[in-house]
């Protein structure tokens, strides 16, 4: 190669440089990935069962009891995959999370967006009732109130869903009302929320939870396995 080709050959590459600095700025936020992101048809099949609502019981797990937890991949390569947490939760020797038994058709789950143009994301709510005047119940409302922590639920199809993170968590407030009439219902209201890139979180793993006994776990078969 000639003194002038390589001269060329130099100009040609700085050039290149210099526009590719201009056109994709260096940055490490890693939310940049979501440009390259393919997008898929989103179809609805005729005669798709779409029951509403969710199973009567949620857990609640405390930030203080928790060791690692599922997490969304940090380059999805699916749809799906922007909104499915993989992973399994891990707790601290001798913690298990609280399960709390719902009323039938009192928990419910929504998202809004929230934030201006450019910086849009979701808050997460739920909310779920608990029937009675127990003093478990209000002791439990009582060290809930400001505790942050993962909310966890299930659709009526089974599929299970989280609000909140390790890094940013679920915060549940209480209210009770006791009725008035003998016909009233008597009992708590618990209203969670968190903040969320994610309209809804699944998880890939889902835990074992008994309405039963109020047991919430893995399989011992799964355990074994590892």
Request: some cysteine; proline content about 5%.
């Amino acid at each position: 190669m000639t003194t002038k080709q390589k001269r060329t050959l130099g100009v040609l590459l700085y050039a290149a440089a210099l526009l590719a600095s201009i056109i994709i700025p260096e940055s490490n936020d890693s939310t940049l990935l979501f440009a390259s992101a393919t997008f898929s048809p989103l179809l609805f099949q005729q005669g798709q069962n779409n029951m509403g609502g969710y199973q009567n019981w949620t857990v609640f797990i405390p930030l203080s009891i928790l060791e690692s937890m599922p997490e969304i991949a940090s380059s999805p390569t699916t749809s799906e995959g922007y909104v499915t947490a993989t992973g399994r939760f891990t707790f601290k020797t001798g913690e298990t999370p609280v399960f709390i038994y719902c009323t039938e058709e009192t928990v419910k789950y929504s998202a809004e967006t929230a934030g201006e143009k450019d910086g849009h994301s979701y808050e997460q709510k739920v909310e779920f009732f608990h029937p009675g005047n127990a003093q478990q119940a209000h002791g439990l409302a009582t060290r809930i109130k400001n505790t942050p922590g993962i909310i966890l639920i299930a659709d009526s199809d089974g599929r299970q869903q989280i609000i909140g993170n390790q890094f940013i968590p679920a915060y549940i407030s209480t209210s009770f009302d006791g009725g008035q009439k003998r016909a009233d219902l008597r009992g708590t209201k618990f209203e969670g929320a968190a903040a969320s890139n994610e309209s809804a979180v699944f998880l890939e793993t889902p835990m074992s939870v008994d309405p039963l006994t109020g047991t919430v776990g893995y399989p011992v078969e799964d355990d074994e396995d590892e």
